[in-house]
């Protein structure tokens, strides 16, 4: 699939959004919002993006946030953004905007398994790079020089490759790092489910980088539009591409006009 960075794809969805009663705006987090660091709890959005995004969610669309991160992190990294739809661990924790929470049950034998991978991590001594959260174990090497992080990811590899053959899991590569966690949900089903609630009228965009958001994009082409937001370009399912802040600043902005009229 071609994707074109500027083109009449943005145009023209926005002209469905400013048409529409209502609208859905679904975002990534990390890479997409905000920029990478080291320190992933100091990974706070764009300047500018706050105050964009509290005044779109007041003008007839539906915020979702739909990450990685357990949504706790991303409440404290969106404050003072609140009464936002956060779907978190992938999709496996859900946090509707009136505060309702439906966390999805893990089976306990997979369970299991990712407790082996994070035991496995602390007898390498390597939890100081890990991030433990539900339905997954990631290990992080942002911020290492080249030759550590190679290291870092064929031991992690190596350590972990009987447990990613289990029927349930999967091993993900993300930018940074790598993941053992449960093959579903995902995000695409994350997507799936927002898609379920909605009128098959209403416009919807979903705005992603990473590998993990290929899943969501894939759910939504010729239902709405995927976004690619990455300072660089790659192969993806995604049918438009911004290049973060600043396009994505612009295309924000867009909304909040159209949303407006």
Do not use: C
Not at 147 to 167: I, K, N, P, V
Not at 241 to 251: A, K, M, S, V, Y
């Amino acid at each position: 699939m071609q994707t074109i960075q500027h083109s009449e794809i943005i145009p023209a969805f926005l002209e469905k959004v400013k048409a529409a009663p209502s609208s859905a705006l679904l975002l990534d987090y990390d890479g997409t919002l905000a920029p990478f660091q080291i320190d992933r709890h100091q990974a706070y959005p764009y300047p500018g993006i706050l105050p964009l995004l509290e005044t779109i969610q007041r003008r007839r669309t539906n915020l979702i946030i739909i990450t990685g991160r357990p949504i706790h992190e991303v409440q404290s990294l969106l404050s003072p953004l609140s009464n936002v739809e956060i779907w978190g661990a992938h999709g496996l924790d859900h946090l509707l905007a009136d505060g309702t929470r439906q966390p999805v049950k893990i089976d306990p034998e997979l369970q299991n398994a990712l407790n082996q991978a994070e035991q496995w991590l602390e007898a390498q001594d390597l939890l100081p790079h890990a991030e433990i959260k539900s339905g997954g174990v990631a290990v992080h090497w942002r911020g290492l020089s080249d030759d550590h992080a190679q290291a870092l990811r064929t031991q992690t590899l190596q350590g972990w490759s009987s447990l990613s053959l289990q029927e349930g899991l999967k091993l993900l590569q993300f930018d940074g790092g790598l993941e053992l966690r449960l093959n579903r949900p995902d995000k695409g089903d994350a997507v799936a489910s927002i898609l379920g609630n909605l009128s098959p009228e209403t416009p919807v965009a979903f705005l992603g980088d990473d590998l993990t958001d290929e899943d969501g994009f894939r759910r939504l082409v010729n239902r709405g539009l995927p976004i690619l937001v990455r300072e660089e370009y790659r192969e993806t399912a995604a049918q438009a591409w911004l290049r973060p802040p600043h396009e994505l600043i612009q295309f924000l902005e867009q909304w909040l006009t159209v949303s407006s009229s």
